[in-house]
C-alpha cells in the first residue's frame, strides 16, 4: 500500500505537467476518461457489489441509494466527463491589464490552482466529477473517498487514469488516497505546501471538521438552511409555488427550502392556503413543524428548539410568523447558513431591503431558491456550494477552482 | 476591561451600519477620522512615549524604531486615510450579470466582508491604515495590536472613533481588543461565525501561528523569499540594476530579494561585476552568501544550510549558480515562498518558461520585484501581499477585501 504522504507526491510532480497542457490536450484526456469508464463498466460495477454486500444492513437506505452504481449511472458519469471538456478552459484567462506610467505591463492572468484535494463520503460519483473539473482547471486531483465507497472509487481511478495515460498525460494528475481512516484525513489537512486547496463534500461533521482543523486552505460547501420569506406583499399563488417547489421537488439537495417565514399580517389568510398545499392536497404531505403562533392558525407540530437550526433534507418545513421584513432579515441572521434565501413580494422597495441586508451567497426575489447550481447559473457544472465568503461563494465551477498571478513585463524598471 | 468576546459581538453588530453606509458617508467618516488624529496628536504623542519607555532595552533598535510616533509619522497616517477616501468604492459594484432563458437575471455583486480582524505587532500606524481599508471595503474591524504598542493603539483608534461619530456612524465599526496576551488572538481565532477573514500582519511566526490554528478564515501575508534569476542572455547592465534595486533599496521589506541565481554559463562574466556593483563600489556593502560553484569565481561568505531559505531582510543576498531556466525554476519551486520572482533575459522564449513555470503571485520579466506592491499596481493602497492562492493573491486592494453575492430577480420561476 502506497503511504498517504508518497500519493500526494506524486499528485504534487505531476501538477506542472497538468497545469501547463494545453486545452486540446485535456479535452482529449477527459473523452479517453469518459471512453474508458465506458469500457471498465464490468469491472467498476463488481467492485460497487463488494462496497454493497460489505454495507448491507449497516447504511441507511438513503445511503445505500447514494452508494449504488448501475449501467445508467456510469452512463451519467462519463457524460458529466464529456460535458466538462466542452466548457471553456479557465487557465491562461487574461483578467486584466494594467499599463502603468513606467512603462511596466501588469497582467493579472487566472492560473490552476495546483494540488486540489477532496474529502467526500459514500457517492462513488463523485470520484469522476471531482477529477475531471480538477483537470480541466489545470490541478492534480487528490480523491480521498469513504471507507464504503472505496472500492467503487478504485475501480472509477484505475478507468480515469486509464484515459490519462492514452492522452499521454502523467496518470498521478489523479491519485485516490489508499488508506480510509482518519489518519489519511488529517495528513490531508496538514499538507500545506503540497495540497493547495482542500474541498470537503459530505455531511456537516465532515466539512467541521476540515473548517477546524485544516492547516490546507478550505472551501466549505453545502450545508443549506434555506428561508423563504413570504411577505405582507407577496401574490399568494406565486409564493406557494415557490415554497412547494423550494422544499418538495429534491428535498436531500443543500438548496431546497428548510423555513418559512411569513409576515403576521397575512398569517391568518395564507398559512390555511400553506397548509392546504404542503398537507392536504399532496400524496406525500409536507410534515409541517410550526411556531406558538402558526400553531394557532393551522394544525401541525410544535416546533421544537433545533427547528429552526436544522438542515432536514426531508419533507418537513419549519414555519414561524415574523413581524415584517426587518424581523426576517434578523432571523435570517441567526439562523441561516448563509447558502440561499428568498423573499417573496410585490413591493420592490421592501425586496430591497432583504436583498442588501441578507448575507448570503445567493439572495432571491420571487424564486425558488432550488436554483442555486453552477448548470442553473450558466456555469455549467460544479464542485459544490460554497457557503464560505473567502475565494468563492455560491457554486464553485471552474473558474473558482483556478487562482491567478501577476505577470509583469518590463526592460529594466527598477523603482 | 471589556471581554474579547464582548468587543467581537459589538463589531459585528456594527457591520450592518457600514456595509450599507453610502460611499458618501464613509468617505465623510474618513475625513473626520484623519481630523481628529491631527487634532489629538498631543495625546497620541504621550500615549507613545509610555510605550516607547517600556520596551527600552527590551526591544531591538529596528523594533524601537518601528514602534516610534513622530508629529510627521500622525501627519502620514493622515494623509493615508484621506487618500482612501478618494479611492473607488468597491461595494455593491455588479461584476457580472447573466439573464437566464427562464427570465431570471443573477446579478454578481461586490458586498462587504463583515467583520475584519487584524492582528498585528510593533507598528501603531497599522492601526488606521487598516481601520480606514476595512471601513471603506464596508466591514468592522477588529484590532489586536501587539502588547508593546497598545498605548499607542489605543490613543490612536480614541481618535479614529471620535471621527466616526462625528459622522454619524457606529463607532463599534472600528474597536481595540484590549487584552494583549496571547488569550485574545485564540478567541478571534476560533471567533468563527463572528469574524469573516483575519489578516495577520507580522513577522512570519505570527502569520503560521494564525494560519496553523484559527478556525476563520486568515490572509497569509508577507513573508518574501523572492529571486532574481540572471539568464546567460541577460543584459549584465539591466541584471545589475534590478539586483541592486531589488536588495538594497530597502531590504526591510517582502519585496526586496534574497536570493540570486545566475545561470553557469555566464557566471565567470557575471559574478565579477555582481560583486564590484553589490560589495566594492557600494559604501554600505551588501553581504554576499555563495554556494560552491560562486565561491570559485568570488570573494564572499559560504552559504550555509539556511541561507537559500531565509528572508534576510537585510543587506544580505545569497548567490547559487544555476544550470539554465529550469534549474532556476526547480530551485525556486522548492525555496520560494510564492512571492515575487524575476527573471532578466533578452530572450523571450526563457522569459516565458519562467513566467508560466514560477508558480508566485508575481513573476517579473526585466524588472525589479520591489514593484509588487498595491500602489505600484495601481491599486492605490494595499493591506499586506498575499503570498497564498485561495481568495487573494498579491497586493491585497480594497475589491480583495470584499466577498460577493448573487442577487437573482424573478417572476415566480421554479424548477
Known amino acids: 500500500m502506497a503511504s498517504t504522504m508518497e500519493l500526494l507526491a506524486l499528485a504534487k510532480n505531476s501538477r506542472q505537467s497538468i497545469s501547463l497542457a494545453t486545452t486540446e490536450k485535456k479535452n482529449e484526456a477527459l473523452c479517453l476518461m469518459a471512453d474508458y469508464l465506458i469500457e471498465n463498466t464490468d469491472a467498476i460495477l463488481q467492485a460497487n457489489e463488494l462496497d454493497m454486500s460489505a454495507s448491507k444492513g449497516i447504511l441507511s437506505e438513503v445511503m445505500m441509494d447514494r452508494l449504488a452504481l448501475s449501467v445508467q449511472r456510469i452512463e451519467d458519469m462519463a457524460k458529466g466527463i464529456r460535458e466538462v471538456a466542452l466548457l471553456p478552459d479557465p487557465v491562461g484567462a487574461v483578467m486584466r491589464t494594467v499599463s502603468r506610467p513606467n512603462g511596466l505591463v501588469i497582467e493579472k492572468t487566472s492560473v490552476a490552482m495546483g494540488v486540489i484535494a477532496i474529502i467526500y463520503e459514500s457517492r462513488p460519483n463523485v470520484t469522476s466529477d471531482a477529477a475531471s473539473l480538477a483537470l480541466k482547471a489545470g490541478s492534480a486531483c487528490v480523491l480521498r473517498s469513504g471507507k464504503e465507497a472505496h472500492k467503487s472509487s478504485e475501480a472509477i481511478v484505475c478507468a480515469l487514469r486509464k484515459g490519462l495515460k492514452a492522452a499521454g498525460l502523467d496518470e498521478n494528475c489523479i491519485v485516490l488516497i489508499e488508506d480510509t481512516t482518519r489518519q489519511s484525513a488529517n495528513e490531508i489537512m496538514a499538507a500545506a505546501g503540497i495540497v493547495d486547496l ?51 421537488s429534491r428535498p436531500s439537495v443543500c438548496n431546497s427550502a428548510e423555513v418559512c ?15 392546504e398545499r404542503l398537507v392536504t392536497k399532496r400524496e406525500n404531505p409536507i410534515e409541517l413543524r410550526l411556531c406558538e403562533a402558526s400553531q394557532k392558525i393551522i394544525e401541525g407540530t410544535a416546533a421544537g428548539e433545533k ?38 413580494t410585490a413591493n420592490g422597495e421592501t425586496a430591497q431591503i432583504f436583498l442588501s441586508r441578507v448575507d448570503s451567497a445567493a439572495v432571491y426575489h420571487n424564486a425558488s431558491s432550488r436554483f442555486t447550481d453552477g448548470g442553473q447559473f450558466g456555469l455549467g457544472c460544479e464542485m459544490g456550494i460554497s457557503t464560505q465568503k473567502l475565494h468563492a461563494r455560491g457554486p464553485l465551477g471552474l473558474e473558482e477552482l483556478c487562482t491567478y498571478k501577476y505577470i509583469i513585463r518590463g526592460n529594466g524598471q527598477i523603482r
Chains 1, 2 share one sequence.
Not at 220 to 230: D, K, M, Q, S
Not at 261 to 275: R, T, Y
Open 198 to 248: 482542500l474541498i470537503p463534500r459530505g455531511g456537516a461533521g465532515l466539512i467541521r471538521s476540515c473548517v477546524d482543523n485544516s492547516a490546507v486552505p478550505v472551501l466549505e460547501t453545502g450545508t443549506g438552511i434555506c428561508h423563504i420569506y413570504v411577505d405582507k406583499d407577496a401574490d399568494f399563488d406565486m409564493a406557494l409555488d415557490i415554497i412547494e417547489n423550494a422544499k418538495a
Open 307 to 344: 427547528d429552526f437550526d436544522t438542515e432536514f433534507l426531508d419533507y418537513i418545513l419549519a414555519v414561524k410568523v415574523v413581524s415584517d421584513v426587518r424581523d426576517a432579515v434578523a432571523h435570517i441572521a441567526l439562523h441561516s447558513t448563509g447558502h440561499s434565501d428568498v423573499i417573496v
Open 261 to 275: 417565514l411569513v409576515n403576521k399580517e397575512i398569517a391568518n389568510d395564507f398559512l390555511p392556503l400553506l397548509h
